[in-house]
């Protein structure tokens, strides 16, 4: 069974040689009751990493970042494309990134199932929706506000994406931890590398400001993820290798998400490059991969299979550039049409 439906393999969001060949060796522990329990082991680091969060993120509010003196009454003067300041290109990416936001009710569903509601985990998973909730608000303020988005089809997009919903369909909940690293690291670059091609210093601001939330939910599971490791690291290499393999972000229902991520991977938020040099490599960096022992035979050839991951994505990375370059060039050779 795929773990995620996939979008174009030109965005960066998966890899679909790496998906076929995880249906021939996955030997993956999918017995769920031994996944909690190692995720039970490691309660007393969730604690730890959950006080850490709440002492190093600092509270913001994304009223602070609205231009509201810019507003103006939809009602009387309805929207249209003139009134956007943004290139379409970045406004492709802010809805998007905003639609991925707006899933939020999948995301807290995500360990649910797997923690008592006094857990540290459920403790974590409510405070970590409370901060991811003012992310889409913030985004959306900002863009009525500025009128860069067509506020009738971001509605009906946000009606469309919910209702289709998201489920990771994760084989057990160590792949979620694994997931939730590589996606709030990823989400921190996207947003980050949005705000910071706007042009816009408003945009620029709000979004660096999300990001740095992103970030710090990115240390929070990586730093689980790599107490996990340490109990198992054979279980954890192979589980990993099932989530970066299939690796998408939980947008693919989101319409005309194909389209938007290309859009992106085009001018540099996010696309394969960007994921194998400011994802996948520091996370198989930061989990010390190559120096992990005692592995079991399944973990060894997980362990082959994710460490030559980065170059194979930069090998794909550069199919993509030198197609878009091809591209490029066929578009100054050709006259535009008058
Ligand atoms: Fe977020
Ligand atoms: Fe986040």
Not at 104 to 131: G, H, I, M, N, V
Not at 254 to 278: D, K, T, V, W
């Given at each position: ?11 960066g ?252 991977a085009?001018?540099g938020?996010?696309n394969l490059r960007i994921h194998s040099e400011n ?34 994505l930069i090998?794909?990375a550069e199919?993509f550039e ?17």
């Amino acid at each position: 069974m795929r773990l995620i439906t996939c979008a174009s393999s030109e965005t960066g969001f998966f890899g679909e040689q790496g998906a076929n060949r995880l249906f021939e060796t996955r030997h993956a522990v999918s017995n769920h009751a031994q996944a909690n329990e190692l995720v039970a082991s490691v309660d007393d680091t969730i604690k730890t990493l959950m006080a850490e969060h709440r002492e190093r993120r600092s509270h913001w509010y994304f009223h602070d970042f609205i231009p509201w003196e810019s507003g103006r009454n939809y009602a009387d003067q309805p929207w249209q494309e003139s009134d956007a300041t943004l290139s379409p290109e970045i406004r492709t990416a802010l809805v998007l990134n905003l639609l991925t936001e707006d899933n939020l009710p999948y995301y807290y569903s995500l360990f649910q199932p797997y923690c008592d509601a006094d857990s540290s985990l459920a403790k974590w998973s409510r405070l970590w929706t409370a901060e991811e909730g003012q992310h889409a608000i913030a985004m959306r303020a900002y863009l009525l506000t500025t009128r860069n988005c067509d506020p009738r089809a971001l509605e009906d997009e946000r009606m469309a994406t919910v209702e289709a919903g998201w489920f990771g369909n994760f084989t057990t909940i160590l792949d979620m931890f694994c997931y939730t690293s590589a996606q709030e690291l990823a989400t921190r670059v996207s947003h980050r590398n949005a705000g910071a091609k706007s042009d816009c210093e408003i945009a620029h601001t709000l979004m660096s400001k999300i990001a740095a939330d992103e970030n710090h939910h990115f240390l929070f599971y990586r730093g689980v993820t790599a107490a996990l490791f340490d109990q198992n690291p054979s279980v954890m290499l192979q589980a990993l290798q099932r989530v970066l393999e299939n690796f998408a972000m939980p947008g693919t229902a989101i319409p005309g998400f194909q389209r938007r991520a290309l859009s992106m991977a085009r001018i540099g938020i996010y696309n394969l490059r960007i994921h194998s040099e400011n994802v996948v490599e520091p996370l198989l960096r930061s989990w010390k991969l190559d120096g992990l022992t005692d592995l079991t035979p399944e973990g060894e050839a997980s362990r082959d299979v994710l460490l030559a991951m980065p170059a194979e994505l930069i090998e794909r990375a550069e199919i993509f550039e030198a197609r878009q370059e091809k591209m490029a060039k066929r578009r100054q050779r050709t006259p535009a049409a008058v």
